[in-house]
């Protein structure tokens, strides 16, 4: 199963960066080829990329997510795919991304684009895309501060807008 291992400096604080990145349905204005996310609930998406020129759709569960530390997701329906993202501050105004990306290639043209770096390449450019819009914004187009450890749920209004069907993400 390849493995992408990725990380970068942006000039905003921590909590600046860690709000951008779970604002999902952002990501298709900075991941080149993600179409469309669609947040499901706090903890799943539903997901629309361009993969090896075909468009490919898959559903993710968020595992753990820890404010202004980590996320954890894996996929639950197509290609197998999971991975980390971390949030390491560097001072009061700059944060380290790392990213670490793990996936099942479905076929031939995916194997090669892989073994030719193609993948590290897009995640880097990804990562790059990131930075600059964060940025340039210097503030995020929304936040969510609740906490995922498993099937559990907590804080920022999670559990009352699991009751009532609704999400507080962005």
């Not at 860690?18 to 998406?45: A, C, G, H, I, N």
């Not at 559903?59 to 530390?69: L, M, N, S, T």
């Not at 031939?108 to 990131?130: K, M, N, P, S, Y």
């Amino acid at each position: 199963m390849p493995t992408v291992k990725k990380s970068i400096e942006v000039d905003v604080p921590v909590r600046v960066g860690y709000d951008q990145w779970t604002q999902f349905e952002e990501f298709p204005r900075f991941m080149d080829s993600v179409e469309e996310v669609q947040q499901l609930d706090d903890k799943r998406l539903h997901w629309r990329a361009k993969v090896g020129g075909r468009v490919e759709e898959w559903d993710a569960e968020i595992a753990e997510q820890v404010p202004d530390k980590i996320i954890v997701w894996r996929s639950t329906s197509g290609a197998r795919n999971d991975g980390i993202v971390r949030f390491v501050p560097l001072g009061a105004s700059k944060t380290k991304v790392e990213l670490e990306m793990h996936w099942d290639p479905k076929d031939v043209t995916e194997r090669i684009g892989d073994a030719l770096g193609a993948d590290d390449a897009r995640i880097q450019g990804d990562l790059g895309r990131f930075k600059k819009f964060v940025e340039e914004r210097r503030t995020p187009t929304g936040a969510w501060r609740g906490e995922i450890h498993g099937d559990r749920v907590e804080g920022d209004r999670a559990q009352e807008d699991q009751e009532a069907g609704t999400s507080s993400r962005g």
